[in-house]
């Protein structure tokens, strides 16, 4: 039988925000105040921002020591003849730490199948970076009674070899939750949460110490709840993290 506890070790959360194709230059005022407010309240988490990849150099020399940079996709390869990719290599140089791979909007708009995913995450951690590795189910599948069946197959085809609590953090973000304001409840949430945990045990060599993230509508209003759910070591959000105020109203959870 599935073992639904909570993993054993201590996990430092990990709350990221996903900035999506938002942000000009002078959004960077945003990543500074969020830089100051987890420097004034030091959180007991990671803090990280995935702005887009024009914005990553710019904000990791803003932000230095205090935040997190990430990328939120790369090309499978270092370099070469791929006009318009960028490599998990020119991420890492322009001071990114992590990189999402397989979000729902790259799987749905780009047609990126979970081996696309796996290849993605094995350039990250030929960067030695962290491979934010996205899955979760649609509203349909969901309806169909087939959620846990999607995650099994998403996260069987998406992690590659190699995945550790080192370099990699798995992302639940249902499909249907996103830019919603619809979210699962605590229980649907714990249930995938204990899913995902018992698959990376099983299958990964240090899967009791990896961060698994739930992502989809996560606010200041409903990021207690969310985040006191067991096996959810922080979030992924994308519109609270555009404006500091939000994002830090979700940050200071882990105050
Ligand atoms: P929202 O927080 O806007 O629902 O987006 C979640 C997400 O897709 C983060 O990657």
Redesign the pocket.
Known sequence: MQNLGEAMTDIRPLVAG?W?MNGLKEALREAWAVAEGVAAKAPNADVMLCPPATMVAVMAEATAERLMIGGQDCHVAASGAHTGDISAEMLGDAGAAAI?VG???RRADHGERSQDVAAKAVAVHRCGMTAII?VGETAGERAAGLTLKVIERQLAGSLPDGVTAANTVI?Y?PVW????GLTPTAGDVANVHAFIRGYVRSNTTDGDGMRLLY????KAANAAELMAVANVNGA??????LKADDFLGIINVYV
């Not at 939750?177 to 919603?180: L, M, P």
């Not at 992502?215 to 996560?218: D, I, K, L, T």
């Not at 992924?236 to 993290?241: I, P």
């Open positions: 996903n999506k999402i979000h729902s909007e996205c992302a973000e939750a996103i830019g919603t992502g989809g509508s996560v992924l959000v994308g519109g609270a993290s």
